[in-house]
């Protein structure tokens, strides 16, 4: 049972890239979110999509651009990365809300 | 606004003994709360979760408590071990049902 995988785990970029995020959940979730973590600011929600093709922003959308096209899938993408986007991200699914998010391994990306 | 925080930053026990983590929130509203495990270069992990109709839960060595008057959680955790070392985060829905809203984060190390 793979779960909810993410790629790449690091990846370094500079700013003004395009850079996408990838996120895979094996489990048919419904609900899939995407979240950073800073230090001093803990987890905070930048998207989330309750269904495919359905997606709304978050805490910290800004700079972000995210898809569904399939129910396993949500791709986050930074259009123009800028530095202040360097930090982990991570992606996590479940089936219903309120309940337990299962969360991916992390994607560290830095900005140079 | 609504928060969620943690009223210790960092918590250091000996192997063996019991370990308390708490939390504060501020949204009476709030129906549903989760504790959740990170360990270094890790995803957080679930531990236990319980909701707002109820006071106590057990899981395996670890207890979370909900005092609804004073709008406090804790994590109780028996026997605490080495591998217990990690990052607490608390996490509450409440409102928006889709959305968590985390906390901070206590640092708990366990010494040998």
């Known amino acids: 049972d793979a779960g909810i995988t993410q790629s790449p785990r690091y990846k370094i970029t500079e700013t003004g890239r395009q850079v996408t995020l990838m996120c895979h959940q094996t489990?048919?979730?419904?609900?899939m979110f995407w979240y950073r973590q800073d230090l001093g600011h803990g987890l905070r929600l930048i998207y989330y999509s309750a269904a495919a093709d359905i997606t709304d922003k978050g805490e910290v959308p800004d700079g972000y651009v995210v898809s569904r096209s399939k129910t396993e899938n949500f791709p986050l993408t930074l259009e123009s990365a800028t530095r202040s986007q360097t930090s982990v991200y991570f992606c996590?699914?479940?089936?219903?809300?309120?309940?337990?998010?299962?969360f991916g391994p992390g994607t560290r990306l830095t900005v140079l | 606004g609504e928060s969620v925080g943690l009223h210790l930053p960092t918590l250091s026990v000996q192997e063996g003994d019991n370990s308390i983590i708490n939390c504060a929130y501020s949204?009476?509203?709030?129906?549903?709360f989760i504790w959740y495990k990170q360990e270094s270069g890790k995803g957080p992990q679930f531990i236990i979760d319980?909701?707002?109709?109820?006071d106590k839960r057990q899981g395996q060595r670890v207890t979370v408590l909900l005092n609804k008057t004073v709008k406090h959680l804790s994590l109780q955790i028996a026997a605490t071990q080495p591998g217990d070392s990690a990052v607490y985060f608390c996490?509450?829905?409440?409102?928006?049902?889709?959305?968590?809203?985390f906390g901070k984060g206590t640092l708990l190390t366990v010494n040998p």
């Open positions: 949204n009476s509203a709030s129906d549903y």
């Open positions: 319980i909701r707002s109709n109820m």
């Open positions: 996590a699914s479940t089936q219903s809300t309120p309940d337990t998010q299962y």
């Open positions: 489990w048919s979730h419904s609900y």
């Open positions: 996490a509450e829905s409440g409102g928006s049902n889709y959305k968590l809203t």
